[in-house]
């Protein structure tokens, strides 16, 4: 059954309804689980935990993968680089968040809406908002990593947005070149064009990615594209 909502969003509506209605907050979500047609708040989350998109990509991953999500503002993009990053101890991996887009406030507090609480991990997730984040930060980051990294970056226009940084496809392949030497995975989030938006089609393409510098878009082994909800994983032909 589909909700009409993720997961975090429906946990964020049962909070206002805790609040507005002075009930209890299981209370609240047990009234959520009922409008989207379950028993109860458990029956609902046993029903979506076991596959999850996040989850059904994560095991697709081989060591030395890299992939690229695209999709418009507000499609959920970077939350699912997040829920990613989140299952990577899970995965024997070390996790890094690499943002250029985001403060690391505004990143733990997207972490918070998925439920993800950092105490209950034995890693710690590194959060990286630095403004000098470019290929060579990320590597030299993520090259002392107790385990095989699993980093996200956020987002593959702004990397060279510094004119002292190499010219964008030179750092997508540098990290790609490190993520196969080393075994790493890396997730790149990137923007698409928004001429996407006066198309007919459902789902955004890899013809669709803004490129304001060239970048050879064959370095990415996977792609992961949103739009309204639905998600569309590809491998590179």
Not at 93 to 118: I, T
Not at 119 to 139: G, P
Not at 192 to 202: H, M, N, P, W, Y
Not at 218 to 224: A, G, I, N, T
């Amino acid at each position: 059954m589909r909700l009409s909502s993720p997961i975090y969003a429906l946990k964020r509506q049962a909070k206002l309804l805790a609040r507005d209605n002075d009930i209890r907050l299981h209370a609240a979500l047990n009234q959520i689980a009922t409008k989207e047609g379950f028993n109860d708040w458990s029956h609902l989350a046993s029903s979506h935990s076991k596959a999850t998109p996040a989850k059904e990509i994560m095991s697709q991953f081989n060591p030395g993968d890299m992939m690229l999500i695209g999709a418009r503002p507000g499609h959920g993009k970077t939350l699912l680089g997040l829920e990613l990053t989140a299952l990577a101890e899970k995965n024997n991996r070390a996790g890094y968040v690499f943002s250029l887009d985001y403060n690391e406030a505004d990143v733990w507090d997207r972490f918070e809406k998925l439920g993800f609480d950092p105490k209950e991990h034995n890693r710690s997730i590194v959060v990286d908002t630095s403004d000098d984040i470019c290929a060579a930060h990320i590597i030299e980051r993520i090259s002392n990593a107790p385990d095989r990294a699993f980093a996200v970056v956020d987002y593959m226009q702004l990397l060279d947005q510094k004119r002292s940084n190499p010219p964008l496809d030179e750092q997508v392949r540098a990290l790609k070149r490190f993520a196969t030497e080393r075994g790493a995975i890396v997730v790149v989030i990137s923007q698409i064009d928004r001429a996407f938006e006066l198309t007919s089609t459902d789902m955004p393409s890899i013809e669709d990615i803004r490129l304001p510098n060239p970048v050879d878009l064959s370095l990415f082994d996977k792609r992961c594209f949103l739009n309204d909800g639905q998600v569309q994983l590809a491998t590179a032909a």
